[in-house]
Structures are given as C-alpha cells and as structure tokens.
C-alpha cells in the first residue's frame, strides 16, 4: 500500500489507519510511527484524518462488501423462515436486488454527506489545547510544526488559518515550539498578551504567565513585536532570552544557556541561581500548589541544582537540605519554614 499519495479522505477510508485510530495494536503503532518517520511531510493529513475518524466514530470493524451481502441474505433466510416458505419469483429477486443496492447507495451517500460535513467543520473549527497541572503533551500543528506544551498551558489556533497559509497561534502559559520552514518562507506567529512573536524556521521556547512573556531562542532567528504602541521590535539571536511585560518600558534581554529554560521538556526541572520565590511560582503555575514563607528570607534563598519535575518529593529534599528548612503539605498548600530558629547561614549552592 503506497500510503505516501493518500490524501485526508484516503487515510479516512482505510481500514488499517481506522484500526489504528480506533483500537490500535503494537504492530499498528509500530508501522505508522516508522511511516511517519520517513514521510514528516504527511504528519499534517495524518491528523486531519485521525480527527475526522475520531469525529465520525468509524467503525473498524465494518463488514467488507461480499460479508454484508452474506449477512443480507442471512437476515432475508431468517424473515422469511419466520412465515409461509415461498419460492421467489425473477421480478422478486431482482426486486430485492434493487432494494440491496439501493440501501447499499443511499448508506454510501450517508457517510459521504457525514464525511463532507464533517471535514467542513473540522476545517474550519478553532482548536483549542489545553494541559493540566503536571501534565505536559506534544503536538503538531496542520503545518507540521512540533510544539510541545508544558503544564497549565493553553494553545489555540484555527484550522482555517494554516489551511489559508496563515500560520498563526496564541498563547497562554509555557510551550516549546520546533517550527517547520516553508519553501516560500512564510512565517509563524506566536501571539501572547504581550508579544507577537515571527519566525521562519526555528526552535524557541515562549512562557507567558503572571502578565509576562518571555522567550529563549534555540535555534534560527526570532523577531518580536511588542503590542505596545511605539516600542521598537526586537531581533533575537540563539542564546537571547527575552522578557516583557506591558508595564515594562523596554524588554529585558541577555544571554543564556537555553538548556536551562528547555530542560522541562525532558521532564528535568534546572536551577541557575534560581530564588525561592521564583522556584514557588513555578510550583504554583505547573502544579496548582499555593506556596507560603513563614520567614520572608528564605524567599530571597537562592538554589542551584536539578530535580525530576515528575517527582517533585526530589526537589523538596534538596531545597530542605540544602536551606535547612521543613516544607509541611497540607492538601494543595505548601508551608516552607526554617526548621530552627536560628537557622543555618548557609551560602547559596
């Protein structure tokens, strides 16, 4: 099967993709991750497909033409056991061949006004993705581009968009994004609350959250427009980060190492002089924790390090060691307190 010509309603239509959407098995996986892999460029019909046999609840199952003229008949054999036996007649058989057919039409004019109508509303619907605390996914837009969406985020765009060549998303939270780039360079948009950001093809990471934007540049060339009126646009370059809120009267940008700010992708929480109260915040944006200082010092702690953002009980160990604090959980509230009263003057590590 050359799947590598399929358009969205080829792929709607084949029973080894539904099986695959429906039900699938390791082998199903298997074959469409490696196919995927060679074909990128398909990534886009693939999901258009997948959403439209997930819309119109396909069947994988559905009998085959030759078993549902079997089963047909085996319905009629029955109905008629049922009362006086009777020899069809030629106008009876062609009759009932008629009628055969005619179903057979009138359920094949069916699912193609369902498939149309459905392909037409997924076309041109806007999607909305949204992650919970803790919880982080990985998509692609129709355009192919990978974007991955770190917890309590929210990603939205229209199909319609990336249908009429206008790449554009917005933004609220944290999402790392691996843009594809076109042959006739058109470009990507980010909008946040504070920034529009454009890009061609790149690798960029965007945190909107608390009134402010900020992006670290991976890869490629990023250009940001600010939303407010007569701020000049900023050109960024790989290792820039960017940070700005509306209050701001010009952006804040030096230079970093971005595998400190993309380390959450890999399920890894970094630390570079990191304070107390910035690490608080980010419990509080990607966990849903509310965080208390019963000592205003311990906020203005600093702390270096790493932990696994998938257990968290890692990170609370450092930060009681290394500060010599006790951080007490109480439901979604977390009290950080020194655990003597004079407590240790210990630099920041």
């Known amino acids: 099967m050359d799947y590598s010509r399929y358009q969205v309603e080829d792929f709607v239509t084949d029973a080894f993709f539904i099986k695959w959407v429906k039900s699938p098995g390791e082998e199903h996986h ?11 460029d398909a990534r886009a019909r693939v999901e258009e497909a997948r959403q439209i046999v997930l819309l119109l609840d396909i069947k994988e199952d559905a009998p085959p033409d030759g078993k549902f003229l079997e089963i047909w008949e085996r319905i009629n054999r029955e109905a008629a056991g049922a009362g006086e036996h009777r020899i069809p007649t030629e106008p009876a058989i062609r009759k009932h061949l008629m009628l055969t ?3 057979r039409i009138a359920a094949s004019l069916l699912f193609v006004a369902l498939f149309a109508g459905s392909y037409y509303y997924y076309s041109h619907r806007t999607i909305i993705v949204v992650t919970a605390y803790g919880e982080s996914r990985t998509l692609f837009l129709p355009d192919s581009t990978k974007v991955t969406l770190n917890s309590n985020s929210r990603l939205r765009y229209s199909v319609a968009d990336f249908s009429n060549r206008k790449r554009a998303v917005s933004l609220q939270g944290e999402a790392f994004f691996a843009v594809l780039h076109k042959r006739n360079h058109q470009n990507f948009l980010v909008h946040t609350g504070q920034l529009h950001i454009e890009v061609l093809g790149t690798k960029f990471d965007v945190n909107s959250r608390r009134g402010k934007t900020r992006v670290v540049l991976q890869e490629g060339k990023v250009r940001l427009d600010l939303e407010s009126e007569g701020k000049t646009a900023v050109i960024m370059k790989p290792g820039d980060l960017v940070e700005f809120a509306k209050s701001d009267k010009a952006p804040v940008k030096k230079t970093v190492d971005p595998d400190n700010y993309l380390s959450w992708k890999d399920n890894r929480l970094v630390f570079s002089s990191t304070s107390l109260i910035e690490i608080a915040q980010m419990l509080e944006d990607n966990y849903g924790y509310k965080v208390i200082f019963e000592n205003e010092e311990i906020a203005k702690r600093k ?3 790493s932990s696994s953002s998938e257990n968290l009980e890692e990170l609370f160990q450092k930060l009681s060691l290394v500060f010599d604090v006790t951080i007490q959980r109480e439901s979604n509230t977390l009290i ?8 240790k003057q210990l630099s920041p590590s």
């Open 30 to 40: 298997a074959f469409w991750n490696a196919w995927l892999s060679k074909h990128p």
């Open 101 to 103: 057919w005619s179903y």
């Open 303 to 305: 702390f270096t390090g």
């Open 336 to 343: 950080i307190q020194y655990t003597k009263e004079n407590p």
